[in-house]
């Protein structure tokens, strides 16, 4: 059998898509700006041309669900692992079908119950951050917090996004309440964000042929058989970059204060994980290589033969470039193709560069590396 490949037409069909301005919308793809997102379209086009339905797709650094959503529309297996617990958060939200109808009544019922005065036992946030963000903001949010928490699962989880994504867009520099008439403003700004949200729900398929599924695990040792997989499109961890996965930025330009918060773990429940373990940035920097070979070596494992990679990343300097696709060819990958891909909005390292659309080195240097097992 002759092996599958891929021409140069097609070549410059992925480079025109990985390189395209254009940004998400639809289905339940705008749910939250994971960082370093992959943009849906690319996933979506190397799912269709390189799997057949009912295919299996592997994406062992997950994140924010990105090919895990695309490819339960496109009615493929998908199997993810990420390590950060707010990843597969996000993931499953944007993947579970809640009925629209139950989560506006929630909404609506979150509303009436937000006009009534109640104390707060405890706030979600420290006295630093505390600082940083103004009273009426802190309330605000601390009373949706308390009232979503009594939600069930997957309605908590769902509110819990959209409380997340507000703390986001309040946290901003320079965020301002409006002089007058702040009253349940911050509730405003949740109603509108669950709002979208629960509009974008109406799009997802009640019923779908494969439920992706997200493990909260490190993927050096997967649970998946020596070539089962179809296709494995990742983004794997930016050497040497701080990526903030799990913190938010509460920033006050007025009073030159910016604060990295755990709030994000808080709310969800979990325990931050170390820089180490997430960002792989070792005491002596080392970390690095040994983590990316485990799990090049376990995607090489996994994949059937003959069939195709994508791996999403950069470096700061062509020597580790160079070492990083050393690493995949000495653990058997073909390398078939390198596209430089340039910085999309959709792709911010943090909540300051999402805001300011403004570049981050990290962006300028990505490339698309295509490899063949
Ligand atoms: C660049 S992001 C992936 C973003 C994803 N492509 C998306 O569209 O949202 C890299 C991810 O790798 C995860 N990660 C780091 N080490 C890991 C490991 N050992 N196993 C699994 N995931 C890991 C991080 O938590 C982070 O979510």
């Known amino acids: 059998m002759v092996a599958p490949s891929i ?53 062992p650094f997950c994140g924010g669900g990105t090919t895990g959503l695309e490819s339960m529309l496109l009615n493929r297996r998908f199997i993810g692992y990420d390590i950060n617990p707010f990843a597969i958060h996000v993931s499953k939200v944007k993947c579970t079908y809640i009925n629209p109808n139950d989560l ?49 699962d997957d309605f908590k989880d769902f509110f819990n996004l959209a409380l997340i994504h507000l703390i986001k867009i309040v946290g901003r520099r320079d965020f301002k309440l409006p002089p007058k008439n702040s009253d349940k403003y911050i509730f405003k700004l949740f109603y509108q964000k669950s709002s979208k949200m629960i509009h974008g729900m109406k799009e997802l398929p009640k019923i779908v042929s494969y439920h992706p599924e997200f493990h909260l695990k490190s993927n050096f040792n997967t649970h998946l058989s020596n070539s089962s997989v179809d296709c494995i499109i990742t983004s794997p961890p930016y050497k040497g970059k701080d990526i903030e996965y799990q913190e938010l930025q509460i920033q006050r330009r007025s009073i030159k204060r910016s604060k990295r918060t755990y709030v994000i773990s808080r709310i969800l429940g979990t325990v931050p994980l170390s820089k180490k373990d997430l960002t792989w940035k070792g005491e002596n920097g080392n970390l690095y290589w040994e983590n990316s070979l485990k799990s090049i070596q376990e995607c090489y494992r996994v994949l059937k033969p003959d069939r195709f990679s994508f791996f999403w990343t950069c470096f700061k300097s062509v020597a580790e470039k160079g070492q990083y696709l050393e690493q995949l060819k000495d653990s058997g990958f073909n390398l078939l193709k390198i596209i430089p891909v340039k910085l999309s909005h959709d792709r911010a390292a943090s909540s300051r560069s999402t805001h300011h659309l403004r570049p981050t080195s990290m962006m300028q240097q990505d490339f698309l590396c295509i490899t063949q097992k």
Do not use: W
């Open 104 to 152: 506006m009544h929630t909404l609506v019922n979150i509303e009436n119950d937000f006009k009534h005065h109640f104390m707060i036992e405890t706030s979600l946030f420290n006295s630093d951050e505390q600082y940083c963000l103004q009273s009426e903001i802190i309330y605000q949010i601390d009373k949706i917090f308390t009232l979503v928490a009594t939600l069930e």
């Open 7 to 59: 021409d140069n037409d097609y070549l410059n069909i992925i480079s025109t898509i990985a390189n395209s301005p254009v940004r998400d919308k639809g289905y339940t793809r705008t749910y939250y700006s994971y960082p370093a997102k992959f943009l849906s379209q690319l996933p979506k086009e190397l799912i269709k041309n390189f799997t057949k339905e009912g295919g299996l797709v592997f994406d």
